[in-house]
């Protein structure tokens, strides 16, 4: 999985946004992925904190959403990468 502070994989992503300026949707798809990846970089620690202070249940409930945001990441990383293979149909005239 692409870690937020992976600066490679930062350049990664940002190469895709200049190779398509104009496409908002994708700008979009690139934006809520960041913003998930942080989501499932934090989730564990916060998990590991309540459990530490004794809050068994707010670590259960860290650990559930860290299990929801890793789905989301794959279906999020799914619809990217149709929508990028999409664009390059749509650009080299292909029609689906």
Do not use: W
Request: glycine content about 6%; hydrophobic content about 35%; charged content about 25%.
């Amino acid at each position: 999985m692409i870690q937020q502070g992976d600066t490679a994989a930062s350049r990664r992503l940002s190469d895709v946004s200049r190779a398509h300026p104009g496409d908002v949707t994708l700008q979009n798809l690139l934006g809520v992925l960041v913003t998930k990846l942080d989501s499932c970089r934090r989730l564990p620690i916060f998990e590991y904190e309540a459990g530490s202070e004794g809050h068994a249940a707010s670590a259960k409930a860290f650990r559930e959403l860290a299990d929801a945001e890793r789905e989301s990441v794959n279906q999020l990383l799914t619809c990217l990468q149709q929508h990028l293979v999409d664009t390059a149909q749509e650009r080299n005239g292909v029609r689906s």
